[in-house]
């Protein structure tokens, strides 16, 4: 009588690999896009839009099990055969707005319903968050991912990973690692420091694996000083597992990486989104002796003690119809928050609803909830500002309104034919800025108040260019400076609202403005939040989570990015394909990039070298009201210290204040930067009047550099200084401790 194959349980797992075929083996470990697997494992059946699945061997009870993108919300198709309901998602705020909350609790809360989503549709691993640091502004990605610092991005991701987690489902931190630029992302080869690595690029990664242990890990496409990150066992095994304890699965980028057998051995176990070609590598592999069968086995058992975990094994029985109710007002919660104030002359904000406001701005009349590539997300709706406005109780000028009712529907027909024709990475053509003299001129006499929103969308697979995403175009600038000049001339207010991705240019224009908020790409919710911002029913609380420079040119890593323009088509991994496995070229910026600038990213560069080019630091923002800050205590303990910083809302309207901990070390046993983020609070809603006490812990680990010749963290002795800050350019309270 044959043996009863095992039936996996998670208490099986060994006699389960011991009873696998290399056939099943193989399958386990390549994504549902291979079909040469002939179990009947292939699940085209998953959940129709989910980016990739597993295969199943059903002679073992492994079920497959489904991995759906991103870090902005589930993105699954809104709609199927044959099905009558819709499958849409809630739209969050992107990455870079849940940052700029600095509020850990909330975005834990945004993991919390994004998970449930993600439960609910039947998925079992969402392909995030994505925790990159933003080396450049014009990176295509940078709205995905967090911040320049690696302690705040380390600690959002670990928010959104354990809200994520904590529905039963998986995340996949990603990309792992250095993935700073979208140009020849296949190829780019980065090439940066040990110090720089461990200091800026994989410390964010550290910090989540370390304190939330995310399901699995996306490896990058790129190589890292020589080694593709998915082929690293440096990487992958002696870092990842055995320095920092991650237990998970790690998994390719899509496409990502060539030798499949250098893959598994490395440590990535997961080949997505599969092929016959990498199915049929690692039989090749193992027959031929190049891939050992413990590696194989090893890797499986990994793969093996996801699919238990996961609510398909489990058998759980999805609805398909998550609260996306509930969701949207997370989302608006978590969008309010993230909202950051970065100018506010003579008290133009916020604005009443009895003041007529003029519209500006086409973005105003077409929001942008979200980027695009697999960041995107397909939402039920999204709230524009002219209907925030509207819903908020705002009256808007009707000759503005009258004139672009009509210019955006011409816009929208012009920009649905180019549309229509571009692949998915050609950037989508936006409906142009209009200067309508006559409206402008009219408007100024009639309404009291002009917003006018400027918006950038941009995403996977492409940087940004410069002279068309970076800085203001020139009808941008024609409309702003005609509008301020006729509202300026008869005594009346500008409001600029920024509906962006990243980093625009803001000096040589921001005098123009009597306000400027930065409302990023909100989600869904989004005319609501800035609705809200505007006319004071949300005090802003939201701070930079990165540096706004003065020019583009004062980038410390500008010498080193690559600068695309209209004669150099943007996305060179469509054209530079390897010969076999060795570049096929070595142009600097495209096949490999200097990381030159080191541990020098964003305010450690600027604070530390060239303050005076800084329009606005890291951690800026505005608000409302006022606080004080008082009675800062530094006491050890346990593994560091305990900092205390009294917190009083000094002004006449609620608020939420942000207390940034910088850290200014001696500096004598090598370069450091001029001070260092180590820990960070925001207050809960103070009432006028009323205090609170935030504390902030910091470790003594965190204070270690990596020294490069000793190959080891090293703490300095001497005299460090503690900076409760308010951005990174203005310290508050300094207390000095000795190590
Ligand atoms: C893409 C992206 C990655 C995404 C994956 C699946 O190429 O780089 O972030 O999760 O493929 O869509």
């Known amino acids: 009588?044959?043996?009863?194959?095992?039936?996996?349980?998670?208490?099986?797992?060994?006699?389960?690999?011991?009873?696998?075929?290399?056939?099943?083996?193989?399958?386990?470990?390549?994504?549902?896009?291979?079909?040469?697997?002939?179990?009947?494992?292939?699940?085209?059946?998953?959940?129709?839009?989910?980016?990739?699945?597993?295969?199943?061997?059903?002679?073992?009870?492994?079920?497959?099990?489904?991995?759906?993108?991103?870090?902005?919300?589930?993105?699954?198709?809104?709609?199927?055969?044959?099905?009558?309901?819709?499958?849409?998602?809630?739209?969050?705020?992107?990455?870079?707005?849940?940052?700029?909350?600095?509020?850990?609790?909330?975005?834990?809360?945004v993991g919390r319903a994004m998970g449930n989503e993600v439960l609910e549709y039947g998925v079992d691993v969402i392909l995030g968050p994505g925790v990159n640091i933003h080396r450049n502004p014009l990176c295509g990605r940078n709205f995905e991912y967090y911040s320049e610092d690696p302690l705040l991005a380390g600690e959002m991701a670990a928010a959104m990973i354990s809200g994520i987690q904590s529905n039963g489902v998986g995340t996949s931190m990603k990309?792992?690692?250095?993935?700073?630029?979208?140009?020849?992302?296949?190829?780019?080869?980065?090439?940066?420091?040990?110090?720089?690595?461990?200091?800026?690029?994989?410390?964010?990664?550290?910090?989540?694996?370390?304190k939330a242990q995310p399901w699995t890990i996306m490896t990058s496409y790129n190589y890292i000083n020589g080694v593709h990150a998915s082929e690293s066992p440096d990487l992958l095994t002696g870092l990842l597992r055995d320095e920092w304890g991650f237990q998970g699965v790690v998994m390719t980028d899509w496409g990502g990486g060539y030798d499949t057998a250098a893959q598994i051995h490395a440590g990535n176990e997961m080949i997505q989104p599969g092929s016959d070609r990498r199915y049929?590598?690692?039989?090749?592999?193992?027959?031929?002796?190049?891939?050992?069968?413990?590696?194989?086995?090893?890797?499986?058992?990994?793969?093996?003690?996801?699919?238990?975990?996961?609510?398909?094994?489990?058998?759980?029985?999805?609805?398909?119809?998550?609260?996306?109710?509930?969701?949207?007002?997370?989302?608006?919660?978590?969008?309010?928050?993230?909202?950051v104030l970065m100018k506010n002359r003579s008290g133009a904000l916020p604005a009443s609803?009895?003041?007529?406001?003029?519209?500006?701005?086409?973005?105003?009349?077409?929001?942008?909830?979200?980027?695009?590539?697999?960041?995107?997300?397909?939402?039920?709706?999204?709230?524009?500002?002219r209907q925030g406005l509207a819903d908020a109780g705002f009256l808007v000028d009707m000759g503005v309104d009258a004139f672009y009712a009509s210019y955006m529907e011409d816009e929208a027909f012009r920009c649905n034919l180019i549309n229509g024709k571009s692949p998915w990475y050609i950037d989508r053509e936006r409906p142009l800025e209009a200067v309508p003299s006559e409206v402008i001129a009219a408007s100024a006499r009639t309404a009291d108040k002009a917003f006018i929103t400027f918006g950038r969308v941009f995403g996977e697979g492409k940087d940004r260019d410069l002279h068309y995403s970076y800085v203001l175009q020139e009808r941008e600038l024609e409309l702003l400076t005609a509008v301020s000049k006729a509202f300026h001339k008869a005594g009346k207010k500008v409001v600029v609202i920024l509906n962006i991705g990243g980093v625009v240019d803001m000096a040589p224009w921001q005098d123009l403005a009597d306000a400027i908020l930065i409302c990023w790409q909100p989600g869904e919710e989004g005319g609501n939040t800035v609705a809200a911002v505007l006319d004071g029913s949300v005090n802003p609380s939201g701070r930079l989570p990165m540096t706004i420079s003065k020019a583009y040119e004062y980038e410390p890593s500008a010498p080193n990015f690559p600068r695309i323009s209209a004669d150099k088509p943007?996305?060179?991994?469509?054209?530079?394909?390897?010969?076999g496995n060795k570049k096929a070229y070595d142009i600097k910026d495209i096949d490999y990039t200097d990381y030159e600038?080191?541990?020098?990213?964003?305010?450690?560069?600027?604070?530390?070298?060239?303050?005076?080019?800084?329009?606005?630091?890291?951690?800026?923002?505005?608000?409302?009201?006022?606080?004080?800050w008082g009675k800062m205590k530094v006491r050890e303990a346990g593994d560091g210290w305990d900092v205390t910083v009294?917190?009083?809302?000094?002004?006449?309207?609620?608020?939420?204040?942000?207390?940034?901990?910088?850290?200014?070390?001696?500096?004598?046993?090598?370069d450091k930067p001029e001070r260092e983020l180590k820990a960070f609070a925001k207050t809960p809603l103070l009432a006028p009047g009323e205090a609170c006490t935030v504390t902030l812990h910091v470790t003594r680990d965190s204070l270690a550099s990596w020294d490069e010749e000793a190959g080891t963290w090293a703490v300095e002795p001497g005299r460090y200084r503690f900076l409760a800050c308010s951005d990174a350019a203005t310290p508050v309270l300094r207390r000095r401790v000795r190590l």
């Not at 999805?318 to 969008?335: E, G, N």
């Not at 943007?570 to 010969?579: K, P």
């Not at 560069?605 to 608000?623: C, I």
Request: charged share 20%; hydrophobic share 40%.
């Open 280 to 339: 049929q590598d690692i039989i090749d592999a193992v027959n031929e002796g190049r891939l050992a069968l413990a590696d194989l086995d090893r890797s499986v058992a990994r793969v093996l003690e996801l699919v238990v975990k996961s609510p398909k094994f489990k058998g759980y029985a999805y609805s398909d119809a998550p609260d996306l109710t509930a969701h949207a007002a997370v989302c608006r919660k978590a969008a309010d928050e993230g909202v």
């Open 175 to 210: 990309h792992f690692a250095v993935n700073s630029q979208e140009l020849n992302r296949l190829h780019n080869d980065a090439r940066l420091s040990e110090r720089a690595l461990r200091e800026i690029y994989l410390r964010n990664f550290e910090i989540a694996v370390r």
């Open 1 to 109: 009588m044959a043996l009863q194959a095992p039936q996996l349980t998670p208490d099986n797992i060994r006699d389960v690999v011991a009873a696998m075929t290399l056939e099943e083996k193989a399958a386990v470990l390549v994504g549902g896009g291979s079909k040469a697997f002939n179990g009947i494992g292939n699940t085209d059946k998953g959940v129709p839009g989910a980016a990739g699945t597993t295969h199943a061997v059903p002679r073992l009870g492994i079920p497959s099990i489904v991995l759906a993108d991103g870090p902005a919300g589930l993105r699954i198709n809104p709609n199927r055969e044959g099905a009558e309901q819709t499958f849409y998602c809630t739209g969050f705020p992107i990455g870079t707005m849940l940052a700029s909350t600095w509020n850990t609790e909330l975005v834990e809360e």
């Open 646 to 670: 009294q917190v009083t809302n000094a002004g006449d309207v609620p608020g939420k204040d942000v207390v940034e901990l910088f850290v200014h070390a001696p500096g004598k046993d090598m």
């Open 570 to 579: 943007f996305n060179y991994s469509f054209y530079r394909r390897l010969a």
């Open 353 to 385: 609803h009895a003041e007529k406001i003029a519209l500006f701005g086409v973005t105003s009349y077409q929001f942008i909830a979200g980027g695009t590539g697999s960041g995107n997300v397909h939402r039920p709706y999204v709230v524009d500002l």
């Open 597 to 628: 600038e080191g541990i020098y990213v964003g305010y450690r560069y600027f604070q530390t070298f060239a303050p005076r080019h800084v329009a606005y630091p890291f951690g800026y923002g505005l608000s409302y009201t006022s606080f004080k």
